[in-house]
């Protein structure tokens, strides 16, 4: 009955637009459904959590970058798996396990819980969902990739934009416990739909190529392998190109997380209230969704190097702003560029690892290079909570990490180019 609503519902959409385009519909809401998951969503939850269960930011710190540390090695695992079963199934899987994650964390009641509870939700949801979205939204798209992702991405703009209130507001009403409850239903009833009644796995297999491209002729196979080209992981991964971009996606990772997470903290601190420093993040996704299909085009458009190399400018930026913050003006200031720091670290998530790779493969190699994104995600908030409990605030440790990415970018421009073996993206070098 499923398999016939869907068909039903492409044949419909025949003539008259890409299907690919409600792949990246779906796409958007998986990546809003991971939002549980994210720096944003936490950074609500730290005060309350610490005072109930009496554990340090530092201490808090360090479960969140081990919980998260745990994750990133299992994500190459569930990259085979997703190239194995394909991303609609692999999403469903994801979704459901994101869902009990939230219940799971919400029922904490010591240190060690609250770190196998951080381990599921940054699993689930920082990882796998949001590279499961990536890489169903790749195998539709090859020309238009960087518009697709950054529409994609839009998702993110909107969960920045509710789930920090969202989260407050719902700690203020019902406890930060329910909070995780309700968190985890609205998972379920976002995602477990729209997974089951439109997706496809890669329009090869409704007869469609990427970009909406005239079909194959009839003398191609009928499932399109020979269509869909690419590296293995073992190809991609003796190129000095992987590398390359591993140090990128660490940095940004890394850093990007670090402000996230500790965002309403840095700005508290330096007198904002808490619902000011949580509206920010608002003004952040409103400028995320402007910027969402400038920075896509750009992708399409310029040589790639050019893009990563100015994501990782506006992220040292952002590390050295947010030490400005001292007033509702300069936060908000710090949040319009924040936004675009967004919209260009979410639009390179989903792009860099088929712009390089190719897509045959992409689970697996995505799966490693989001390892990598999210080993640095793990690291990136120690530094400052320990900075917190040691000096009692974090503004030279914010500061000195923001050479870190402003390196990252020169490397990026002087080294930077794709496989010899690699071509479709040839008019991109």
């Keep these: 009955m499923t398999s016939q609503l869907r068909q039903s519902i492409v044949q419909a959409c025949s003539g008259r637009f890409f299907y690919g385009w409600i792949i990246v519909f779906v796409g958007s ?3 809003f459904s991971s939002g549980p998951g994210q720096s944003h969503t936490f950074s609500v939850f730290l005060d309350p959590i610490g005072t109930e269960l009496g554990i340090s930011s530092a201490s808090m710190a360090t479960a969140y970058g081990l919980a998260t540390l745990a994750a990133a090695f299992m994500l190459p695992q569930m990259g085979r798996l997703i190239d194995r079963w394909g991303p609609r199934k692999g999403l469903l899987l994801i979704v459901l396990a994101l869902g009990a994650a939230c219940f799971f964390f919400g029922a904490a009641a010591n240190f060690l819980w609250l770190a196998v509870g951080f381990a599921f939700m940054r699993f689930f949801g920082q990882g796998s969902l949001m590279m499961g979205c990536a890489n169903m ?31 407050q507001y719902l700690v203020n009403e019902i406890g930060w416990r329910n909070a995780w409850f309700a968190m985890g239903l609205i998972t379920w009833i976002t995602m ?62 890394m850093l990007v997380t670090t402000l ?28 995320m969704v402007c910027m969402m299909p400038v920075v896509g085009r750009m992708f399409d458009k310029l040589r790639t190097r050019y893009v990563v190399a100015l994501a990782l400018v506006v992220t040292a930026l952002n590390l050295a702003g947010i030490t400005f913050v001292t007033s509702y003006a300069t936060g908000i200031v710090y949040a319009l560029m924040f936004g675009l720091n967004n919209a260009l670290s979410m639009t390179m998530f989903g792009y860099i690892w088929p712009r390089y790779f190719g897509r045959k493969h992409l689970g697996s190699i995505q799966g490693t290079g989001q390892m990598v994104g999210v080993f640095g995600a793990s690291l990136g908030p120690l530094p400052v909570g320990l900075a917190y ?27 930077l180019r794709a496989p010899a073996n690699l071509t479709e993206s040839a008019h991109l070098e």
Excluded: C
Excluded at 395 to 415: G, N, R
């Design 29 to 31: 809401f998986g990546v």
């Design 137 to 167: 939204v790749s195998h539709w798209f090859t020309l238009n990739r960087g518009l697709a992702m950054s529409l994609m991405a839009l998702g993110f703009g909107a969960s920045m934009a509710v789930h920090p209130p969202l989260s």
């Design 192 to 253: 477990v739909p729209p997974l089951l009644l439109l997706v496809f796995d890669k329009p090869e297999d409704v007869g469609l190529r990427p970009d909406g491209e005239a079909p194959a002729k009839a003398t191609d196979e009928a499932d399109g392998t020979e269509e869909i080209s690419g590296l293995t992981l073992s190809e991609a991964l003796r190129t000095p190109t992987f590398y390359i971009l591993a140090l990128v996606w660490f940095a940004i990772a």
């Design 260 to 287: 996230h997470f500790y965002q309403v903290k840095v700005v508290t601190d330096q007198g904002l209230s808490k619902e000011e420093a949580a509206s920010l993040f608002t003004v952040s996704a409103l400028t």
């Design 389 to 415: 409990d040691l000096v009692g605030n974090a503004t030279a440790t914010l500061q000195a990490l923001a050479i870190f990415p402003a390196a990252a970018a020169i490397l990026s421009l002087l080294f």
